[in-house]
């Protein structure tokens, strides 16, 4: 049986499994709640008009990897990690440059591909307090489109991109902070998560 973690965020996490031979390989996967801090372009524009204009807005985060241990006695395991940040919102514009359309959805889609190395202090791997960091390729997509009031999207949409590196790090809280290279900028991600390992 494949051994379980699982932890809630802001909350002392412990790991609940059924002791077993060491697996050959191990799935992780985890969702939470995002907290943005933007320096590059892309995220200034996108947060300011988050709190220029009327708006819905929801942060959240993402990961799925697959690890190996690095060997059959060992609490280390290295593997390929994706994560991804979408910081989204609907808004309402009457005036200024975004103005001619009721409304506006926009998203900033925010992603890294890592290499990831994480070690847990119990027996073995998925037992007890564990850490784990990460570094990879970025990449940072802002889009828009138009809508009607009906929300059905069929207006013109705007697109753009920039890529760069990515690093992270994370623990027993599931408490991530990543960083996430944009242009010459790096925005930063503090994200509080539920994940699991299988």
Known sequence: MKKILSSLALLAATSTQAFADQED???????GFSSPSYSSDLGKYFDNWASDYDSNRSKSMINLGFYWPVDDTSNIATGIVMRGFTDSFEFKTTSGSLSGTETRNASLNQSMMAFSIMQFYGEEIGDGLFWKAEIGTA????????CEISDNCDGESYDDNE???????????????????????????????ISGLW
Request: proline share 0%; glycine share 10%.
């Open 139 to 146: 990449s940072s997509t802002l889009k828009i489109e138009d």
């Open 163 to 193: 890529s760069g590196i990515g690093l992270s790090c994370s623990g027993q809280l599931n408490l991530t902070h990543a960083l996430i290279e944009s242009g010459s900028e790096f925005d930063s991600h503090t994200a509080f998560s």
């Open 25 to 31: 390989w191990y799935f992780d996967f985890g969702f």
